[in-house]
């Protein structure tokens, strides 16, 4: 009780206003959310409420937003495209079982993983396909269709000009430029979003009935609760797009957290987030809502507004029940031309622009994963995209890793370093032993590349240098056991130094520490393997007289 009361004394008033802004704020973006989704209004104020509510209360931030997202739009409409409604209301129930496991398993940490030019590259993608679907909107267009193919949505946009733009919805996006241009100068508190909603529905108003596009009629009253019809054949059709959805929402939560925390100096929970994503997505689709995640921008506002605990969340979906109980009559008024220009303010928002165009400052391969990412996003698809840019991504850092990672005694010399040189000038009359330095994992990325420049000139006697090795798996084992094989078969000797007791007791299990068939000797220092190879190497001269 009396923690209760402290609460309404001290935080209840700032949870109070940062819940109704964020609510005003969600209000339109919720909307225009599910309707870009190929969803009803309804859907997305539903989806704002529930998920917003129940994913504040058990968040694994303090100051977590969540709803509908422009992050969803281009997968989710693709979804419904394909499987219809109850194919997307099912992909969201799965989704948020993906999302609970993830966060039972600790997957929290493993999304900070995911490389920055695939984030980047995707968010830009899609971006760039939310930019492009909302031209239809501002320009007052008929679509036979709404589609997630760049190409088609081009296509449609080139048809709907031909047919007409109407200059009514495009005074609207006009008016929509002003307000929100206006308001973003002389107001940094309040975001312009609801205040470009409020006017630009006044002003359409005025125009003449029926000559825009608006939001439709909206149901008054609580969602109902529904069960999902589903088969077993449904779930394996639907189960990729389900994990795409919960990839994505896991990621977009957490950065959604990251910025909480440092505009808060707080520390989130990111295992407990995902829990929490996960329940509320599980929960959502049996009230007709869509797949919700963490909003970065209403997150942000909801800090800027002075929130500081989780209820202020559970405010701002409290704000939008009133809305949707006291006033659903009148947002049916909303032109479809303002929720369109506010979507492409989201797009260019989420698009990064100058995180973009800094990343071609970054090394080659780096922009090559951002524009394979982008490029694939907006022309094939968002799962193939991801699951490339990683991949790729993984690739080309196992290659570099190897590049580096391997260096001969001449190696050393070269980079000018001094002991090298008097180790290089000491083993000058001994051609036949060769001393190798490995520094980091050493695993399948490097197996091969150490295969290849031992391989390349087989010496009488190798010293390999382990020191700097703290990791070593059965690839590198193999490829390692495979060198001494050959060593051995031209009566040559293998010596390790420096092994740490990892890299030892692995080597050990698999018979590598001694021979036949491992090394035939382990010394602890580079001094003591040099003087133990040039011993060897003078008994293998005398054996060969």
Not at 63 to 79: C, D, E, K, M
Not at 181 to 205: E, H, M, Q, R
Request: hydrophobic share 50%; charged share 15%; net charge positive.
């Amino acid at each position: 009780m009396d923690t209760f009361l402290r609460y309404f004394r001290s935080d209840f008033r700032h949870d109070m206003l940062a819940g109704i802004v964020v609510g005003l704020v969600a209000l339109p973006l919720a909307i225009a959310f599910a309707l870009a989704s190929g969803a009803t209004p309804e859907q997305g104020l539903y989806t704002a409420i529930i998920g917003g509510g129940i994913m504040a209360i058990l968040a694994g931030s303090q100051y977590q937003v969540s709803g509908p997202t422009g992050a969803f739009v281009v997968i989710l409409l693709g979804v419904v495209n394909k499987f219809g409604m109850e194919g997307l209301l099912l992909a969201g129930g799965m989704a948020g079982i993906i999302l609970i496991l993830m966060g039972i398993f600790r997957f929290g940490v493993a999304i900070q993983y995911i490389p920055y030019p695939v984030v980047v590259g995707f968010t830009a993608g899609i971006g760039c396909l939310l930019f492009t679907g909302q031209i239809k909107n501002v320009l007052g267009l008929s679509f036979s269709h709404l589609s997630t193919d760049f190409f088609d949505t081009l296509n449609q946009i080139f048809l709907g000009i031909q047919q007409g733009i109407n200059f009514y919805s495009l005074g609207i996006t006009l008016f929509s430029l002003l307000v929100y241009g206006i308001w973003k100068k002389c107001n940094k508190k309040i975001p312009p979003s609801p205040i470009v909603i409020l006017l630009a529905t006044a002003a359409s108003l005025m125009l003449p009935m029926g000559s825009i596009p608006t939001v439709g009629d909206i149901p008054t009253g609580l969602p109902h609760f529904h069960f999902l019809h589903f088969s077993w054949d449904q779930i394996k059709m639907i189960l990729p797009s389900a994990f795409t959805i919960a990839l994505l929402g896991a990621i977009e939560s957490l950065m959604s957290a990251v910025v909480g925390d440092g505009m808060t100096g707080t520390k989130h929970n990111s295992n407990k987030e995902l829990i929490a994503q996960g329940i509320g997505n599980l929960i959502l689709p049996f009230f007709g809502g869509i797949p919700a995640t963490g909003a970065i921008a209403r997150t942000a506002t909801n800090i800027r507004n002075g929130a500081r605990t989780r209820w202020a969340g559970v405010i701002h979906a409290m704000t939008l029940l009133a809305i949707v109980l006291l006033f659903a009559r009148y947002v049916r008024y909303i032109p479809m031309a303002s929720l369109g220009f506010i979507l492409m303010v989201v797009a260019y928002n989420m698009s990064e622009i100058p995180h973009f165009v800094d990343l071609f400052k970054a090394p080659r391969r780096d922009v090559l994963v951002l524009l394979t990412t982008f490029f694939l996003t907006v022309f094939v698809d968002l799962v193939v995209a991801t699951g490339v840019g990683i991949v790729l991504a993984a690739l080309l850092f196992i290659r570099r890793v190897s590049e580096i990672n391997i260096h001969s005694l001449e190696d050393h010399v070269e980079s000018g370093d001094k002991q090298s040189l008097l180790l290089h000038q000491e083993l000058q009359d001994f051609p036949e032993i060769a001393l190798y330095d490995i520094n980091g994992p050493l695993f399948f990325g490097v197996a091969s590349s150490l295969q290849d420049r031992i391989e390349s000139k087989i010496n009488k006697v190798l010293v390999l240098r382990l020191k700097h090795v703290h990791i070593i798996d059965a690839t590198a084992m193999h490829a390692l056991e495979v060198i001494i094989d050959k060593i051995h078969k031209r009566k040559g000797k293998v010596i390790l130094s420096s092994v740490c007791p990892k890299v030892s007791h692995a080597l050990e299990k698999v018979g590598l520490t001694k021979s036949p068939k491992g090394a035939d000797a382990i010394v602890h220092t580079t001094r003591e393997a040099v003087d133990l190879a040039k011993k060897i190497f003078g008994e293998i001269i005398k054996k060969g007289k």
